[in-house]
């Protein structure tokens, strides 16, 4: 078995994008937040070290409540010196991401948010797809897998993760079904995977009995363990016996999406 670590072509992607934000103009991307919880700061201090480590501006947009968020989304939508937004959660109470994302110009939604850019990504038109969906494609391409009439199992059905993922996936001519924690004999279903993907949320939901021999795990999960560790969605040690590859938590899924949001912000300010 192996383990498909994401961090060398994380580095990749963001040498990559180095390289273009350097060549002009500098990227500006705003990050909308509205909370104190320590795993969005976390999150967002990565982003912060990362692209000050690309060349780009990154600039924390803090609000108090609902209205604050959306009237900064609005006001950057408009402004012409940022070129990238993201709107982290938690977000407060009676606002959804979908809700929010309506409020971000679909030229600035680096990662997917708004409800434009997911129609697009389904029609098959040209939009940004949620970084963390894009970042599983990244990884399942460097594992050498073809996706071409692969069954890929996708356990999710977020408009973050899951609902997006099917559609590159299908992009990529891979037949595919989307499962959930409600789905009857989730086992069943995942065990028919050439590739499978667990996005659900839910700690060490993927085990043994959900994988085929050889099939390709890809771990978006991120979950606090009662240690305090982060832990995935799949029981890592009990797939590795039955898995070709799987990716660990932390350092598969995590980092490459970070380095995606990145390039997305260059490409978003080269226009």
Do not use: F
């Not at 912060?48 to 968020?69: H, N, S």
């Amino acid at each position: 078995m192996t383990l498909l670590e994401g961090r060398a072509l994380a580095a990749g992607i963001r040498e990559r994008a180095a390289a273009e934000a350097a060549a002009g103009p500098a990227p500006v991307l705003a990050a909308v937040t509205a909370t104190d919880d320590p795993a969005t700061a976390w999150y967002l201090g990565s982003i912060a070290k990362a692209a000050a480590a690309t060349g780009i501006e990154l600039r924390e947009e803090r609000c108090a409540d609902a209205a604050g968020v959306l009237e900064r989304l609005d006001a950057l939508s408009a402004d012409p010196g940022v070129h990238g937004i993201i709107c982290l959660t938690p977000l407060p109470d009676g606002l959804s991401l979908s809700l929010a994302g309506e409020r971000i110009a679909p030229a600035k939604d680096i990662d997917g948010a708004s409800p434009a850019s997911l129609g697009r990504l389904a029609a098959g038109l040209e939009a940004y797809a949620p970084a963390t969906a894009q970042a599983v494609i990244e990884l399942i391409r460097i594992s050498g897998t073809n996706l071409e009439g692969a069954h890929a199992v996708v356990v999710g059905r977020s408009t973050v993760v899951g609902k997006p993922l099917a559609m590159l996936l299908l992009a990529e001519q891979a037949t595919v079904t989307i499962c959930h924690t409600r789905t009857r004999d989730l086992a069943g279903e995942t065990r028919r995977a050439d590739v499978l993907v667990a996005a659900a949320g839910r700690a060490h939901l993927i085990g043994a009995e959900h994988v085929a021999p050889g099939a390709l795990v890809i771990d978006v999960g991120t979950n606090e363990a009662s240690d305090g560790s982060m832990v995935g969605d799949v029981d890592t040690a009990a797939v590795e016996p039955i898995a070709a590859a799987v990716t660990p938590v932390p350092g598969g899924v995590g980092p490459v999406t970070t380095a995606i949001l990145l390039r997305n912000a260059v490409a978003a300010a080269r226009g």
